[in-house]
């Protein structure tokens, strides 16, 4: 869907008021979540280290199903570093720390990035927190040799498909990198979570053997981190996506044009919490993953203003590169480059 580069989304306050009705709890589908996502992850988890005795083959197999269901454990975190999945804060807050351990992504130092990301999604002053670093087509332009060859290698589909989600999950999330005011005590949870993580790994090491479970937890763990890095990846970096610098930048644009549907088949829906209706979630983050197909079938409206894709053309975003600011969209290396010449050529004349 192709939007006019003009086009600011403007909904009447009751059309928004309107979906507060699907941001509250249900504390038995919260509940069987956590039974559907746990006991078949530990029990996956239990065939992949007997799996090992056979071939590495089978237990990567089950490591691939697996890592879905990890999927499905960290958005009960992410919901709950939204304050969404339940409305007691205690319980939420035990429950996201729990699943941290799982997901290797620390609750309380990543929720607080994750929420600078929706207050400031498609904000082009703050790409660099919790978002994937995307540089305009003017700031590429001003770019050395070496600093367009560095940008070119960090967004190659190696780099941001597969090493760069394990950077983000062992590296990125470990280190405090973030500098602001607020995220001092932050820090804190995160060094804390950092020991416990460790703890954990070194129990189950000596435990079922080092060999074993690093050959287990690692598969489930670097493949949970591709899915999730690519769905991030599908849901903001569509080609008519939304970035304004803060004096033109509308929350209600952002959420709807700046997020993606990512239309899956229903099994990998479920697997993944829903996220792929994610313009809703970023329109109200307070909806929880269990009520979001409900709030889209009963509101068609919200996919009016919104880039829809299937899994089929989610694969050419691989080759969205640049914000062009003048267009309003993404572009590719091949495209700018083209341009640029072009450009030359005219000058030269």
């Not at 997020?259 to 994610?278: A, C, D, E, Q």
């Not at 068609?300 to 691989?318: A, D, E, G, V």
């Not at 080759?319 to 003048?326: M, S």
């Amino acid at each position: 869907m192709q939007h006019s580069p003009s086009e600011r989304i403007v909904l009447a306050k009751e059309k928004i008021l309107a979906l507060k009705k699907y941001a509250q709890e249900h504390k038995a589908k919260a509940t069987i979540q956590i039974i559907n996502s746990f006991l078949p992850f530990l029990g996956l988890w239990t065939l992949m280290y007997i799996s090992l005795d056979y071939s590495y083959w089978i237990t990567l197999g089950l490591g691939v199903v697996n890592a879905f269901f990890l999927v499905r454990i960290f958005i009960i975190q992410h919901d709950c570093g939204h304050q969404s999945f339940l409305r007691n804060r205690k319980a939420q807050k035990i429950i996201g720390y729990i699943c941290s351990y799982f997901s290797a992504i620390p609750f309380n130092y990543w929720s607080k990035s994750h929420n600078v990301h929706h207050k400031h999604n498609g904000q082009l002053e703050m790409r660099d927190i919790g978002d994937v670093t995307t540089m305009t087509v003017e700031e590429f332009k001003q770019m050395s040799r070496w600093g367009r060859l560095k940008y070119r290698i960090y967004r190659s589909p190696i780099v941001m498909f597969l090493i760069g989600p394990v950077y983000y999950l062992f590296i990125h999330n470990r280190i405090a990198f973030i500098k602001l005011p607020m995220f001092q005590k932050a820090k804190k949870w995160l060094v804390l979570n950092n020991f416990v993580m460790l703890a954990i790994f070194v129990f189950f090491g000596f435990l079922l053997g080092w060999e074993k479970f690093l050959l287990v937890h690692l598969t489930i763990l670097v493949l949970f981190s591709i899915i999730a890095i690519w769905f991030f990846y599908v849901q903001h970096q569509h080609e008519y996506t939304y970035k304004q610098w803060m004096k033109n930048w509308d929350y209600v644009t952002s959420a709807l044009k700046g997020s993606t549907y990512y239309k899956v088949p229903r099994l990998f829906n479920w697997l993944t919490g829903n996220i792929g209706i994610h313009h809703v979630h970023h329109l109200n983050p307070f909806i929880p993953n269990y009520n979001l197909k409900k709030c889209i079938e009963e509101n068609p409206w919200l996919n009016k203003y919104t880039t829809t894709i299937n899994f089929r053309q989610s694969l050419t975003l691989i080759t969205n590169k640049l914000w062009d600011e003048a267009e309003q969209r993404m572009i590719s290396f091949r495209e700018f480059y083209r341009k640029e010449k072009m450009q030359a050529i005219r000058v030269r004349s």
